[in-house]
């Protein structure tokens, strides 16, 4: 199933039309074969993106972005970005940008994750 997210709407169901507001409250709703969809905008995590489900080899948890639009991803200084403790997961695209110097900004603990982290180009 495809789940969308834009950080400039009020929270909806997901959908293209009606996304969810935030990646790291909506994260864990994704199962094998499930997409969240970025679309362009600055999203300002408070707290970590934290993948615990676990895809499949031919059904990975993908986080990406939307048709190509620039999607940016922020937490505060002591917050890690991401945190993949599930197998099988993809971020794809994204930009991660962790304030500050303290602590990390992504951690995959899962075995046969994957991610592609874009440049800024904005």
Known sequence: MNYYVSPAVEDGDG???SPWNSISEHVGVLIPGDTLF???GLYQENQTIRVSASGLPDAPITLATYQGE???VR???TVCIARLDGSYVVLDGMFLNKAGTRGEC???VGDNCSMFCARRLW
């Open 38 to 40: 970025l679309r362009g």
């Open 106 to 108: 992504a951690r995959i």
């Open 15 to 17: 959908t293209l039309f």
């Open 75 to 77: 937490t505060p200084d």
């Open 70 to 72: 620039p999607a940016e």
